[in-house]
């Protein structure tokens, strides 16, 4: 065998995708994106990572693991800061407005998200524990605590899914006489669909603080 042959050996072979749990989650959130939540399974994942599953499962042991992922990597992108050094009303506040805006860029993510436990997920329970440890500092504490974040969830992802709604949403068709009191006021909400949601989201932001204000005043 000739020294040019000893050394060519091997040329011209694809090198293999390094894997990283980031890379990962990212390729995740990206099939379910474009493509929707069923189609994100192990094979389709390694498909779309340019790997074998073998390699894949080196890295994450079922889907379960890679939701897990895909949890973690969307919620250490929410902004808690303001809890170290705002009110703990201000700082719900503009802890919802950052929540809203990063599940508006992944909506398709909302129905796997708000139902997935937080086992193994530190970035949510990080996230988690430092509201709670807001809301305790402020005289909110036990299962009231618990309960304002899962309220606050609540509303953040609705008002996600209001973000993207079509125009013509409360539009009633042939069917106004039905409802004729609520076709003319839904008409005169801004034409940017954008714009109604964000008033909406806020005004509904604003009641819920003032309301927890109240109730906890003192």
Request: aromatic share 6%; net charge neutral.
């Amino acid at each position: 065998m000739t020294q040019q042959a000893r050394s060519g050996r091997g040329r011209g072979r694809p090198s293999s995708p390094i894997l990283t749990r980031e890379r990962v989650s990212q390729a995740a959130i990206r099939i379910v994106t474009e493509q929707g939540y069923r189609h994100l399974t192990m094979a389709s994942l390694a498909r779309e990572l340019g790997v074998a599953a073998s390699a894949l499962y080196n890295h994450v042991a079922s889907k379960r693991d890679v939701l897990v992922l895909i949890q973690d990597r969307i919620n250490e992108q929410i902004d808690c800061s303001a809890f170290d050094t705002e009110p703990w009303e201000q700082a719900l506040g503009q802890w919802a407005r950052s929540y809203r805006r990063c599940f508006m860029e992944h909506t398709a993510l909302i129905p796997v998200m708000a139902v997935l436990p937080v086992a193994d997920s530190p970035q949510t329970l990080r996230m988690y524990e430092r509201v709670t440890l807001a809301l305790r500092d402020a005289g909110i504490v036990g299962a009231d605590a618990v309960d304002i974040i899962v309220g606050v969830e609540a509303l953040v992802f609705g008002a996600a899914y209001d973000a993207s709604a079509p125009t013509d949403i409360f539009d009633p068709g042939g069917l106004e006489d039905l409802a004729p009191t609520f076709t003319r006021f839904s008409a005169q909400r801004s034409a940017d669909p954008r714009a109604a949601a964000d008033r909406a989201f806020e005004l509904a932001l604003e009641a819920l603080i003032s309301g927890l204000r109240q109730k906890y005043a003192g």
